[in-house]
């Protein structure tokens, strides 16, 4: 089976631009999860989804980061506008189930820098 | 909220010699726990998890890792490494009824010939 992909694999951007990161999770795989490492710290929690709802979006960081995942399928993560401080790497997996035993598949990741 | 400390940041090790890496974390419910590898240029990959049962659990690879709770380590070892051994490993913590992972920082293991 086709793994998680996540496009673009990098992404140079201006401050104030918006950038749009894709994810194509597993399919069938209804919980999808973004995370964010920024400067070889730790890969941090942005948010769950169910299908086409977001379960938890604690870690969105603020506003400027808006996650969609429009018919259960792939999902999309916009931040509008960039800030120096989002540089770094964001990471998207996908699970069947919800169980801890399930695991996890990550993608690549997109590197993001702002300039 | 649970934290998780990897007290390594860099591991230089030669082939063929064992490798032992660190990972503490704190939490005040019980826990699952588990590594990840990530190789050059690819995504991070599950090398073993600890959920219940035998506190002693191996990888397909060689790894292993043991889940000491007096301690709150989940050390991940390696009798004897390869070259293709090189990349960065986390260790990542979570909870039961919240799936999200938390990871520590990562530790960069380089395997020298």
């Known amino acids: 089976e086709a793994g998680v992909t996540q496009f673009p694999s990098h992404s140079v951007i201006e401050k104030g631009q918006t950038v749009t990161l894709r994810c194509d999770p597993i399919?069938?795989?209804?919980?999808l999860y973004w995370y964010r490492r920024v400067m070889g710290k730790e890969i941090k929690f942005l948010l769950h989804?169910?299908?086409?709802?977001?379960?938890?979006e604690s870690g969105m960081p603020n506003n400027r980061f808006l996650a969609e995942r429009t018919g259960g399928t792939y999902s999309t993560l916009k931040v509008q506008p960039a800030e120096l401080e989002d540089s770094g790497v964001y990471f998207c997996?996908?699970?069947?189930?919800?169980?801890?035993?399930?695991?996890?598949?990550f993608g690549s990741g997109t590197r993001l820098t702002v300039v | 909220a649970q934290s998780v400390t990897q007290l390594d940041s860099q591991v230089p090790v030669f082939e063929e010699a064992p490798v032992e890496l660190r990972c503490n974390y704190s939490?005040?419910?019980?826990?699952?726990l588990f590594w990840y590898v990530q190789y050059p240029n690819q995504g991070l990959q599950l090398l073993l998890k600890?959920?219940?049962?035998?506190?002693l659990v191996e990888s397909i690879n060689g790894f292993e890792a043991e889940f000491n709770k007096s301690q709150t380590s989940f050390h991940l070892r390696k009798p004897s490494v390869h070259i293709s051994d090189t990349a960065e490993y986390f260790c990542?913590?979570?909870?039961?009824?919240?799936?999200?992972?938390?990871f520590g920082a990562g530790t960069t293991v380089t395997v020298r010939a």
């Open positions: 997996a996908s699970s069947h189930g919800r169980g801890h035993g399930y695991g996890y598949t």
């Open positions: 399919s069938g795989h209804d919980n």
């Open positions: 989804f169910v299908k086409e709802s977001k379960q938890d």
């Open positions: 939490s005040s419910v019980s826990v699952y």
């Open positions: 600890y959920l219940s049962g035998s506190t």
């Open positions: 990542a913590v979570s909870v039961t009824n919240d799936y999200k992972l938390s």
